[in-house]
């Protein structure tokens, strides 16, 4: 199983920007989809998750301002985020999980900055 994320860059505080993740099989083989983040010096944290049913999960960093989303047919997982605050540059990453095992995918860059 490949993970390829895409879409980072450079966005101005109150921006919105969305990154992409291409799953190389089915995102129907994973019980649930997930984006991850970590800060320079900091701790990888967890994100937002759509699960299978599509019932979808945020930190309550992001609550209200990010949205997870998938589209089956292009195998691919969207995490749209708006309203972009400095704290929020890190590199996020994508995760598939099916039972205990877990796939990751790269990072892409994310950077809020004026």
């Known amino acids: 199983v490949q993970l390829q994320a895409s879409g980072g860059g450079l966005v101005q505080p109150g921006g919105s920007l969305r990154i992409s993740c291409a799953v190389s099989?089915?995102?129907?083989?994973?019980?649930?989809m997930s984006w991850y983040r970590q800060a320079p010096g900091k701790e990888r944290e967890w994100v937002a998750r759509?699960?299978?049913?599509?019932?979808?999960g945020y930190a309550d960093s992001v609550k209200g301002r990010f949205t997870i989303s998938r589209d089956i047919a292009k195998r691919t997982v969207y995490l749209q985020m708006n309203s972009l605050k400095p704290e929020d540059t890190a590199v996020y990453y994508c995760?598939?999980?099916?039972?205990?095992?877990?796939?990751w995918g790269q990072g892409t860059l994310v950077t809020v900055s004026s």
């Open positions: 099989g089915s995102i129907r083989n994973f019980n649930h």
């Open positions: 759509i699960y299978g049913g599509g019932t979808t």
């Open positions: 995760k598939a999980s099916r039972g205990i095992t877990s796939f």
